[in-house]
């Protein structure tokens, strides 16, 4: 990807590295958000957390060597900045982290900023039940349509890995639907 290259050599100039940074905020802002609010649910916890994903990016960004896409790196920092935002919420809590997203479900609905219907608060209910990787591997491969192969540079993890777990997170998925079926 040559503009990806041209972005990263602008990003890593002192001179282009303030308007090579707006642009990559423009280009990614809305996907990154997206993927860490199918990780912490909450809108407002979403921008503290994307924010700190984009600051954690501009200060690293002249450490990126190119090994990967650029978009699989901001991957790893996001989805990394939101599973340690939701431990130290649940630590702050008291609790859980499965327990901090079964709050985070319950308050779906009453989120003025989830626009989605039944069915789509029952898929997130469903994904809630899942282990906390699953959950990271079936958003990621289900919403954000990732490939394996970028997703084993994000998560770090084996392509077989990553297909067997996601095989097992969407059998647990329907048996929740079916077992839970309200519509």
Do not use: C
């Amino acid at each position: 990807m040559i503009e990806e290259q041209s972005l990263v050599s602008a990003l890593q100039s002192v001179a282009h590295k303030e308007t090579a940074f707006r642009e990559l905020v423009s280009l990614y802002k809305e996907r990154l958000y997206w993927h860490v609010r199918k990780i912490l649910l909450d809108h407002d916890d979403t921008d503290d957390v994307l924010q700190n994903t984009f600051i954690k990016i501009f200060r690293n960004i002249d450490k990126f060597k190119g090994d990967s896409k650029l978009y699989t790196w901001m991957y790893r920092i996001a989805t990394n900045e939101a599973l340690t935002f939701l431990s130290k919420k649940a630590k702050r809590a008291g609790t859980s982290s499965e327990e901090v997203m079964n709050h985070a479900i319950s308050n779906l609905e009453s989120d003025v900023y989830f626009e989605g219907s039944e069915i789509q608060l029952q898929l997130q209910k469903a994904i809630a039940t899942l282990p906390p990787r699953q959950q990271l591997i079936f958003n990621m491969k289900y919403f954000d349509d990732i490939t394996y192969e970028d997703l084993s540079e994000v998560l770090d993890t084996s392509v077989g890995g990553l297909k067997s777990s996601y095989h097992i997170a969407v059998q647990k998925i329907k048996a929740y639907l079916t077992d839970n079926e309200t519509f």
